[in-house]
């Protein structure tokens, strides 16, 4: 099973700054089958990135993926106040399917 | 739109059984693959299983092997999961999710609201 470290656990910033979220896996993720969720408390997730850097639809230009391989980032280049809430990195190369456990991102 | 509508979530013993259902609309649901999801209480994200558009292939989580099956009804436009021999430490919001395509290995691109699952004495 591939296990996803994500980091940091919490991140606490201001609306309009920069937000970098990292996903290591414990196996490579090959083809790059990476995607990125985020989670709005009471909600259902939402895609952000697939492929490790392909944003879903009607996503943000903010929000960019990057990565390959074991080491893989989402960045908001500038956060707004709806961003704030918690992103998972998910792997789908290799069953099972496996999740990270999620960064909370906060208001500073 | 596409539209994912979970049911058949509730409150059951431990040692029983459960039927999810997830009713899809606006897209041509035989052309997806489709995956269970759950969220324990105050946990992350944890992929359950997933089926193939034709229903050929499925896989699960080493939790669910064995204890859950995963079945779609191409012509109801409808998923399932059916749960058996339930633990408390199955107790968790259960969301239903379409694939970015027709096999096993896609994103999940949309998500129903999820159902919730309790299973207490």
């Known amino acids: 099973e591939i296990v996803l470290t994500q980091s940091p656990d919490t991140l606490s910033l201001s609306p309009g700054e920069r937000a970098t979220f990292s996903c290591r896996a414990s196996?490579?993720?090959?083809?790059?089958?990476l995607a990125w969720y985020q989670q709005i408390p009471g909600r259902a997730p939402r895609l952000l990135i697939y492929?490790?850097?392909s944003r879903a639809t009607d996503i943000p230009d903010r929000f960019s993926g990057s990565g390959s391989g074991t080491d893989f980032t989402l960045t908001v280049s500038s956060l707004e106040p709806e961003d704030f809430a918690v992103y998972y990195c998910?792997?789908?190369?290799?069953?099972?399917?496996?999740f990270g456990q999620g960064t909370r991102l906060e208001i500073k | 739109q596409v539209q994912l509508v979970e049911s058949g979530g509730g409150v059951v013993q431990p040692g029983r059984s459960l039927r999810l259902s997830c009713s899809a609309s606006g897209f041509t649901f035989s052309y997806y693959g489709m995956h269970w999801i759950r969220q324990a209480p105050g946990k992350g994200l944890e992929w359950v299983a997933v089926i193939s558009y034709d229903a050929r292939n499925q896989l699960y989580a080493d939790f669910a092997k064995g204890r859950f099956t995963i079945s779609r009804d191409n012509t109801r436009n409808t998923l399932h999961l059916e749960m058996d021999s339930l633990e408390i430490e199955d107790t968790a919001i259960f969301y239903c999710?379409?694939?970015?395509?027709?096999?096993?290995?896609?994103?999940?691109?949309?998500w129903g609201q999820g159902t919730l699952v309790t299973v207490s004495s």
């Open positions: 999710a379409r694939a970015g395509g027709g096999g096993l290995r896609w994103y999940l691109d949309n």
């Open positions: 492929g490790s850097s």
């Open positions: 196996q490579r993720v090959t083809s790059g089958y």
């Open positions: 998910q792997q789908y190369s290799t069953s099972p399917y496996t």
